[in-house]
Each structure stands twice: as C-alpha cells, then as structure tokens.
C-alpha cells in the first residue's frame, strides 16, 4: 500500500499534513489518531456544534492542532496540506432534524470551502457522503450504480439532499479543476466516541440498557440495517485515501439484521432487565440498508472485519465509562 511520506530535499521522509473538517466528531476523532499514530501532522476544524473537545484531548500534546471554526465560513490555513477529509456535518437524525439549515449549508457551502481549500492547496480531497443517499431504497443491497429513492422536502431530505449536493460538488471539482477527490459512502457505524444522546440505534439501545430503562425499537423492529465498527471503516477510509479511485464507494459491514435483533443482542450482552418497547416509525425511515461492497473489496482489498459481538462489547464498555463519569 502506497506510504503516507513525501521525501524533502535532503531525502529525509516528512510526515504528510492531513486537514480533518468535523474532527472532533466520532469518526472525525478516530481518524485524528490513524494519523498521528502513523506519525503524520493534524489539523482539526470543528465549531463543536455536535463534535467534543472530549473527543480530541488526548491528542494536544502529538502534532495536532485544533482550529474552532464553521467551514461555511472562509476557510484560511497558512500550512502546506497534503489531504484534506470533509467530516463535518451533523449525521444523526436527532441532529439534522434539530439543525436542518446547518445540516444544508455545511454539505454545500462547507463542502464548497473545503473544495476551494482542496484545489489551492493541491491536496486530495476526500468526501464524507453517507448511506442515506439511497434514501428509501428499493434496490436491494445497494450498489454505487443506484440512484436512490429520496424525499427532497421529507424531514430527512436535509441531511439527504446536502450530502446528494456535496456529491456532485465533489465531482465536479475532479472534472473541471482536476482535484483529486474521493467519495466513502458510509454505512451504519458504531464505536467509542459516540454520543450518549445520538439519538442511533447503537448507542441509545446501549445507553437504555445500562440504565435499565424501557428500550425503545421504532416501528416493529423488522427495518434492517448493517453494522461497521468504527477501526475497520477508519481502515477503508484510508484505503480509499490511498487509492486511484475518484467515484463514490460503499464502506460499511454487509451483515444484515433486524433493529428488533439488534436491540435484544445489546439487552443480552449489558445483562439488562430492560423491556423492549415499540414506537411509531419515523417519517421516511429507511426499511433495509445494506452495502454491496464488491468495490471496495475489488479495488481496496478491503472488507470489514471485526464482529458485532466483538465491536458492541468495546462500544458497551466505553458506554459504561462514560456514564459513570456523568454519575
């Protein structure tokens, strides 16, 4: 796989510069630390309107730096930069819903600052897009060939509709400027670092079960959805990073399951005397959602690896953590 280095001119390797927007995000965080773990520079730029400082105060005293910034605003960085990942959104329904114009103007104008920055930079640039694109889908799995079945004025069409637009922003940034883009669709992920008040399954079924409190399946719990650990999808991120590919790629965990499933395996795994109790179904919920990774797997030799059990039993515990801290 190509390394993360540039030679300077005394021929001494020199860690790359990676710019992370939405970095003290869950996913933003975790991809914070591949990087500095493999010895390279960070920069994070977040407002923390769904992003924590909790979230990246282990990383201050390596080569990370934090900039409290709203990309919709003009984006300034004096540094070279050699890679620029676009995270920054809200991306859960609790927060688009609750933030529906911040949601639209951080997937168009935001991604339009971070493009701009991209092109003058020289960097490539890596977008974060999402499963939701497919909205409603009624292929299924879903393949980066489907067009996707979208509400545009439905609640959801918020988060929907600015990640569709930050889509075609992207490559049209790659045909006309030539910037060297990338698009990771992300499916459903889960891990350390996550909200307690999400407001995803994951983490609101965990956090009922710890409190024994009534765990709450929306509808009757037969929607599917997959699952992906947050190390393997930081590892396909990379990957696409690396690769020659510029047209969007799935990256999630093809392991389908009910969220009724889902919900008992949690209740099981915390030892909780919880009750499962059913709520009316969201407006425009998806009922399936899962990737066909066969991109992935042909041109980043990548596949999710690490099991629910496994990956549930690491988020349980940093739940568990997290809410004794707040005791």
């Given amino acids: 796989m190509m390394q993360l280095h540039k030679i300077?001119?005394?021929?001494?390797?020199?860690?790359?510069?990676?710019?992370?927007?939405?970095?003290?995000?869950?996913?933003?965080?975790?991809?914070?630390?591949?990087?500095?773990?493999?010895?390279h520079s960070v920069i994070?730029?977040?407002n923390l309107i769904t992003g924590s400082i909790s979230n990246i105060a282990g990383l201050t005293d390596r080569d990370f730096r934090f900039i409290n910034l709203d990309?919709?605003?003009?984006?300034?960085?004096?540094?070279?930069?050699?890679?620029?990942?676009?995270?920054?959104?809200?991306?859960?329904?609790?927060?688009?819903?609750?933030?529906?114009?911040?949601?639209?103007?951080?997937?168009?104008?935001?991604?339009?600052?971070?493009?701009?920055?991209?092109?003058a930079k020289k960097a490539t640039f890596l977008l974060a897009s999402t499963s939701?694109?497919?909205?409603?889908?009624?292929?299924?799995?879903?393949?980066?060939?489907?067009?996707?079945?979208?509400?545009?004025?439905?609640?959801r069409g918020v988060y929907d509709e600015a990640k569709r637009f930050a889509e075609a922003l992207t490559m049209a940034y790659f045909r006309y400027h030539g910037v060297d883009t990338k698009i990771a669709r992300i499916f459903n992920t889960y891990g350390p670092r996550m909200r307690l008040n999400d407001g995803r399954a994951i983490p609101t079924f965990i956090s009922q079960a710890l409190k024994n409190?009534?765990?709450?399946?929306?509808?009757?719990?037969?929607?599917?959805?997959?699952?992906?650990?947050i190390d393997d999808l930081v590892e396909g991120i990379y990957r696409l990073l690396m690769s020659g590919v510029n047209e969007p790629v799935n990256l999630g965990n093809p392991?389908?399951?009910t969220v009724f499933a889902l919900a008992e395996t949690i209740k099981d795994l915390t030892g909780s005397s919880s009750k499962i109790?059913?709520?009316?179904?969201?407006?425009?919920?998806?009922?399936?959602?899962?990737?066909?990774?066969?991109?992935?797997?042909?041109?980043?030799?990548?596949?999710?690896?690490?099991?629910?059990?496994?990956?549930?039993?690491?988020?349980?515990?940093?739940?568990?953590k997290k809410l004794f801290e707040s005791l």
């Fill in 8 to 39: 300077s001119r005394k021929g001494k390797k020199m860690p790359k510069k990676v710019l992370i927007t939405g970095g003290a995000g869950f996913i933003g965080s975790n991809l914070a630390d591949y990087f500095l773990d493999r010895g």
């Fill in 44 to 46: 994070c730029i977040d």
């Fill in 71 to 119: 990309v919709t605003n003009y984006i300034y960085i004096d540094d070279e930069i050699d890679y620029i990942l676009h995270f920054a959104s809200p991306a859960s329904p609790i927060d688009y819903l609750e933030l529906p114009i911040q949601t639209l103007k951080v997937g168009s104008l935001g991604t339009h600052k971070a493009l701009g920055l991209a092109k």
């Fill in 132 to 155: 939701e694109i497919y909205g409603d889908p009624l292929v299924h799995p879903q393949k980066e060939d489907y067009w996707g079945n979208v509400n545009p004025v439905g609640p």
């Fill in 213 to 229: 409190e009534d765990m709450t399946v929306y509808g009757d719990g037969n929607q599917t959805r997959s699952f992906c650990y």
């Fill in 255 to 257: 392991h389908e399951m």
């Fill in 277 to 320: 109790v059913n709520k009316p179904l969201p407006e425009d919920d998806p009922k399936v959602r899962q990737p066909d990774i066969s991109k992935a797997q042909k041109h980043l030799g990548w596949k999710a690896n690490v099991s629910l059990k496994e990956g549930l039993e690491k988020t349980i515990e940093y739940f568990r």
